[in-house]
């Protein structure tokens, strides 16, 4: 079966820091990845989409990237974090990007300070 | 622009009946994806509409009239652990998500 793992859970970090969230799906090849940001009252909004190895689509403009260094991993970086930046993460993958559903990690609480 | 539909909050009586709905502006469509999300936790799938009528897995229901851009998530004989918010999701012509920022259903005994 296929599982998917994201960590850390939960970082407390300062204005200014680096950051690096990582994401890994087991149990499937070639997987679509995704990297979506939720915060309180409003809806999931997707960050980036992978369709391959070394393959990133941004979605939104910002201080973050992504990185696909293999192909069931998926990192979402930042080299200088805002207070902004604060808020729930979530990776997820799917078979295709217009067939079946996503399958969510666990989440990654980050609070910039 | 695109836009998703939903009430902030809902509360309903533990074994009683919930109706969450979910209207939708979209640039297409290409189904539509209901999810449940404990606090803290990611959302998890519960059910897929891409034709219009009613879609039943056990005590949900979830109902898609495509000319109406709406939807409805049904729940029957309520739990406290349905206690969660629910996520309306709809596909557009692109195959990307447009997520609705979730009804948070509060399940009292």
């Known amino acids: 079966s296929q599982t998917i793992h994201q960590w850390p859970a939960t970082l407390v970090q300062p204005v200014g820091s680096p950051l690096s969230l990582e994401c890994t799906v087991e149990?499937?090849?070639?997987?679509?990845l995704y990297w979506y940001r939720q915060a309180a009252g409003r809806g999931l909004q997707l960050l980036f989409y992978?369709?391959?190895?070394?393959?990133i689509s941004s979605e939104v403009p910002q201080n973050l990237s992504a990185s696909r260094p293999q192909d069931r991993q998926f990192i979402l970086s930042s080299k200088k974090l805002l207070l902004s930046d604060s808020g729930f993460y979530l990776c997820?993958?799917?078979?295709?990007?217009?067939?079946?559903?996503?399958?969510f990690g666990e989440g990654s609480r980050l609070t910039v300070l | 622009g695109q836009n998703i539909d939903q009430p902030t909050e809902m509360t309903a009586t533990e074994g009683a009946i919930v109706q969450i709905n979910c209207t939708y502006q979209?640039?297409?469509?290409?189904?539509l994806f209901w999810y449940q999300q404990h606090a803290g936790e990611a959302p998890t799938f519960l059910s897929y509409?891409?034709l219009d009528g009613l879609e039943e897995k056990g005590r949900f229901s979830s109902f898609l009239s495509r000319s109406k851009g709406y939807s409805y998530l049904l729940l029957k004989e309520l739990q406290m652990k349905d206690s969660a918010s629910y996520l309306c999701?709809?596909?557009?012509?692109?195959?990307?998500?447009?997520w609705g920022a979730g009804t948070k259903l509060i399940i009292k005994p």
């Open positions: 997820a993958w799917s078979v295709g990007l217009d067939t079946g559903e996503l399958f």
């Open positions: 149990g499937t090849s070639n997987p679509n």
């Open positions: 992978s369709v391959g190895i070394g393959q």
């Open positions: 979209t640039s297409g469509f290409n189904g």
């Open positions: 509409n891409v």
């Open positions: 999701a709809v596909r557009d012509s692109n195959y990307q998500l447009i």
